[in-house]
Nanobody, 115 residues
Framework: QVQLVESGGGLVQPGGSLRLSCAAS????????WNWYRQAPGKQREFVAS???????TIAPSGEGRFAIFRDGVTGTVSLQMSSLKPEDTAVYYC?????????WGRGTQVTVSS
């Protein structure tokens, strides 16, 4: 079992930046990918970014040029750096990992982009 805890959400003005972090605990050996998803009110959960065990990263088109995902080699924390935020980025952001074919989710952190 893997436990995930997200942090870093909050209220930010349009054009601002936020860094979300995801800390994992438990049996973390063998995690294949670290992912961020988001879900806005009334919408389906959507993919935001991914960091694979091999170090490759993928950013959804909605975040290209604005979002970056990286992993701290010391703490193992995976972070999503978001800049030039737009009101349409408002959502609950969820950390997800895939390990041996199983998927684990955090509880999410709210990001609100509003003036």
């Amino acid at each position: 079992q893997v436990q995930l805890v997200e942090s870093g959400g909050g209220l930010v003005q349009p054009g601002g930046s936020l860094r979300l972090s995801c800390a994992a605990s438990g049996s973390i050996f063998g995690i294949n990918s670290w992912n961020w998803y988001r879900q806005a009110p009334g919408k389906q959960r959507e993919f935001v970014a991914s960091f694979s065990s091999g170090g490759s990263t993928t950013i959804a088109p909605s975040g290209e040029g604005r979002f970056a995902i990286f992993r701290d080699g010391v703490t193992g924390t995976v972070s999503l750096q978001m800049s030039s935020l737009k009101p349409e980025d408002t959502a609950v952001y969820y950390c997800n990992v895939v390990q041996w074919g199983s998927s684990y989710w955090g509880r999410g952190t709210q990001v609100t982009v509003s003036s």
